[in-house]
């Protein structure tokens, strides 16, 4: 059971190099917290943990050698790059121009990715971050086949799941709790400062893994 403990623990402590990452899943927790109120975040966690959950799993028996392949990485890369450069513009653009505010936000329709709801939502956001695809096929990957290699079973890879789900279901809900009830502790500048931050994060993330998707499909 120490041992256990002690995996789990560890786990959590690296998962928050891909929790606390600024990718889409913080800024759309940022930004469903203002609009849709404090709950945003515990609905994107929850799509999240849909498609991530059943990953470790497939790393663990197997997957994980598919995502490491150069076809697959740069294929996600590119993809991934697309979805997260179109999103950093529209919030990069939108801060910068004043066209994305708390009020607004609070009133505001809801973004085309959660139209049909946040768990879905945030199923979409995921599959579509290059960062969480290569993070699980490097990282992720090493410490599964750690666990694995001590032949604990199943439903130790699945605590293991859990566990580093919790890191995601905390960081989320606790963005969604205060931009919901902390507006006056932000403010319209300081809202959309920090959308600012999230959109360029994105943008150069968007570059990042374009170029280096490209470069592993040429150099295929």
């Known amino acids: 059971m120490t041992q256990l403990l002690l995996l789990y623990g560890a786990f959590m402590l690296i998962s928050l190099s891909g929790a606390l990452s600024p990718g889409p899943l913080t800024a ?40 490491q392949q150069p076809l697959v990485s740069g294929l996600v890369g590119l993809m991934g790059a697309v979805v997260l450069l179109w999103m950093g513009y529209g919030l990069t ?9 708390l009020t607004g936000a609070s009133a505001g329709p809801a973004p085309g990715v959660v139209r049909w709801g946040h768990v879905p939502g945030g199923m979409m956001v995921t599959v579509a971050n290059p960062y969480w695809s290569l993070w699980w096929a490097t990282l992720g990957a090493v410490y599964v086949a ?13 605590g293991l799941a859990f566990s580093h789900w919790l ?54």
């Open 93 to 101: 653009v939108g801060a910068w121009q004043g066209r994305l505010t």
């Open 146 to 158: 750690r666990v694995m290699s001590l032949e604990l079973g199943p439903l130790t890879v699945g």
């Open 167 to 220: 890191t995601d279901l905390v960081w989320l809900s606790g963005l969604s709790l205060l931009m919901a009830s902390g507006r006056g502790l932000f403010g319209e500048r300081g809202y959309r400062a920090v959308l600012l931050v999230c959109g360029i994060f994105l943008l150069a993330f968007g570059l990042y893994f374009g170029w280096t998707g490209w470069g592993l499909l040429w150099h295929r």
């Open 28 to 67: 759309l927790a940022i930004s469903e917290g203002a609009r849709a109120g404090r709950w945003a975040g515990v609905r994107l966690a929850l799509g999240h943990g849909l498609i991530e959950i059943p990953l470790v799993f497939g790393i663990a028996y197997g997957l994980g050698v598919w995502l």
